[in-house]
């Protein structure tokens, strides 16, 4: 995706760079909305009289796949969450920190696209990252989850549903791996929740819902 970034414009055989600043921010924005639209990332973001070259390296590094630094985006977003048993375990993804450990989990999901709805969204990253194509069982119970993540704030609504697999869709196996659409390699597992939000134990995210799955 980088390439298109790093490609020159010319203009009569020359080039003159935009001041970084002014850039970064249009690129990251085209490297986010390009994230979590696949489907789209073929698109280049066609800038005429920019010098990319600057910025290349400091975009790559904050989207590289390597990286675990993950920061939440500076505005309200809507994701769409589902939620999948094996008897009373539910399928969570880890969650790192800056240094790679794991300090908790989530249920499986991502960010709901402008014009989509809450179902879609949960039924497109189920597709995108493993493969499958879920079945919607409940209506979404909505979350508001104001966090901190490694000293950066976050803000989302969330749309959390039940959902239900394709017979003997990983019957197999306790432990998914999967890549999110930046390419980050993620591992998913079903867990117990009283195995969860204890000492030394990963914390289930978003906070309070473990609270709300033990009254429902």
């Not at 639209?37 to 989207?63: F, G, N, Q, S």
């Not at 675990?68 to 880890?94: N, Q, S, V």
């Not at 998913?188 to 009283?194: G, I, N, V, Y």
Request: charged share 25%.
């Amino acid at each position: 995706m980088l390439i298109g970034f790093a490609k020159r414009s010319l203009e009569s055989g020359s080039a003159r760079c935009t001041p970084c600043d002014k850039i970064c921010e249009a690129a990251e924005r085209q490297m986010e909305w390009m994230a979590y639209a696949p489907r789209r990332r073929d698109a280049l973001l066609c800038t005429p009289k920019v010098c990319w070259e600057p910025i290349a390296a400091c975009v790559a590094a904050r989207y590289s796949p390597a990286m675990t630094t993950w920061r939440p985006a500076p505005r309200i977003r809507l994701k769409a969450l589902g939620l999948h048993w094996r008897g009373d375990r539910l399928l969570a993804a880890e969650v790192l920190d800056d240094s790679g450990h794991v300090k908790g989990v989530r249920p499986l999901g991502g960010t709901v696209e402008f014009g989509e709805t809450a179902e879609a969204a949960v039924i497109r990253e189920f597709r995108e990252e493993l493969g499958i194509t879920i079945e919607i069982l409940s209506s979404p119970v909505f979350m508001e989850n104001i966090y901190t993540h490694e000293g950066s704030p976050g803000h989302e609504i969330l749309a959390i549903f039940d959902v239900a697999f394709p017979a003997d869709a990983f019957a197999d196996q306790t432990r998914i791996e999967f890549l999110e659409h930046n390419g980050t390699k993620c591992f998913a597992e079903w867990f117990a929740l009283d195995t969860l939000d204890l000492p030394e134990q990963p914390r289930l995210y978003p906070e309070g819902l473990k609270a709300h799955l033990l009254k429902a």
